[in-house]
Structure formats: structure tokens, C-alpha cells
């Protein structure tokens, strides 16, 4: 992959199907989740030029494809601590929460949100340690960290 900004900079990456396309059924939140209570979605993965498995920056550490700049929207709104799950552990959720940390977030990562594209211990098992390595906090749904959360709610 070429960075559409600095076509000497490039990075190898794996090549992912079309997946995930806003108005697709990939796309939408599960009925579990009460979108009541959300207050943005974010956006990535808007420029199909560059990979984006982070919600904070692609994979040059730009914005490019990001439908707003989230480091900044969360700053303004007085964010300190995240809590990243989804899909998929070992890319996506991995680069959004050592970005998260990066930029100065406290950022746990909650087991049972997360499914992985390798699930084995070479793949989701790798990224655990990779996150934790970074500052991640990598908790359970029953442990002291979402407790505090349960308790905002």
C-alpha cells in the first residue's frame, strides 16, 4: 500500500475483502447494543487507498479515510479512560486501543467484546500481549474496571 499523501512511503498490508459498507447489513449495530445512549459513530475506512484498522488514524497515522478526528471530539468532550471491544481483536480493536493509548487515554479491552480473525494464541493471543506491552489494559466484563463503568450508567 502507497501513501496517497507521500507516495514514497509504503507499507505492506494484508488485503481485506469489501466488508463493512455504511447501509449494509455488515455494517449495522446489533439490536443488543442501545443506540440511545450513543452520542457518535465514527466513521474509518472512508478512503479505500489506505487501510484503516484504527479509529484514530490510518495506517500512516493520518486521517485520511476517518470521518472525524477522534483524539480531538473525545479531548473536547473531557474523555480520559476508553473501553474498546469489537471486531476484529487482532487488527481493528489492537490499533484503536494502542492508539487510544498513544494519545494519552487510559484504554481497556474488554474480552468478551472482542471476536478475532485468528483466535488461536498466535493471533488474538499476540495481540493481547501487544496491547498490554503498549499500556492497554486487556480486562473482563466482571472485573474492577467495567465495574466502575456500571456504575455511571
Same mark, same amino acid.
Given at each position: 500500500?502507497?501513501?496517497?499523501?507521500?507516495?514514497?512511503?509504503?507499507?505492506?498490508?494484508?488485503?481485506?475483502?469489501?466488508?463493512?459498507?455504511?447501509?449494509?447489513?455488515?455494517?449495522?449495530?446489533?439490536?443488543?447494543?442501545?443506540?440511545?445512549?450513543?452520542?457518535?459513530?465514527?466513521?474509518?475506512?472512508?478512503?479505500?487507498?489506505?487501510?484503516?484498522?484504527?479509529?484514530?488514524?490510518?495506517?500512516?497515522?493520518?486521517?485520511?479515510?476517518?470521518?472525524?478526528?477522534?483524539?480531538?471530539?473525545?479531548?473536547?468532550?473531557?474523555?480520559?479512560?476508553?473501553?474498546?471491544?469489537?471486531?476484529?481483536?487482532?487488527?481493528?480493536?489492537?490499533?484503536?486501543?494502542? !492508539? @487510544?493509548?498513544? $494519545?494519552?487515554?487510559?484504554?481497556? +479491552?474488554? *474480552?468478551? %467484546? &472482542?471476536?478475532?480473525?485468528?483466535?488461536?494464541?498466535?493471533?488474538?493471543? !499476540? @495481540?493481547?500481549? $501487544?496491547?498490554?506491552?503498549?499500556? +492497554?489494559? *486487556?480486562? %473482563? &466484563?466482571?472485573?474492577?474496571?467495567?465495574?466502575?463503568?456500571?456504575?455511571?450508567?
Amino acid at each position: 500500500m502507497t501513501n496517497p499523501s507521500n507516495p514514497a512511503e509504503t507499507k505492506k498490508t494484508r488485503v481485506w475483502p469489501v466488508h463493512c459498507v455504511k447501509g449494509t447489513p455488515g455494517a449495522e449495530m446489533i439490536q443488543e447494543i442501545d443506540s440511545s445512549m450513543i452520542d457518535v459513530v465514527v466513521e474509518k475506512g472512508r478512503d479505500h487507498r489506505v487501510e484503516m484498522y484504527s479509529a484514530f488514524a490510518d495506517a500512516f497515522g493520518g486521517q485520511l479515510g476517518a470521518s472525524l478526528n477522534l483524539t480531538s471530539l473525545l479531548k473536547e468532550k473531557g474523555v480520559t479512560h476508553l473501553y474498546v471491544a469489537g471486531l476484529a481483536g487482532d487488527y481493528c480493536v489492537k490499533a484503536t486501543a494502542i !492508539d @487510544a493509548q498513544k $494519545e494519552g487515554f487510559k484504554t481497556y +479491552v474488554i *474480552v468478551e %467484546g &472482542v471476536r478475532s480473525v485468528d483466535p488461536s494464541e498466535t493471533g488474538w493471543g !499476540d @495481540a493481547m500481549r $501487544e496491547m498490554e506491552r503498549a499500556g +492497554v489494559s *486487556v480486562v %473482563g &466484563v466482571d472485573g474492577d474496571a467495567v465495574d466502575k463503568v456500571r456504575g455511571l450508567v
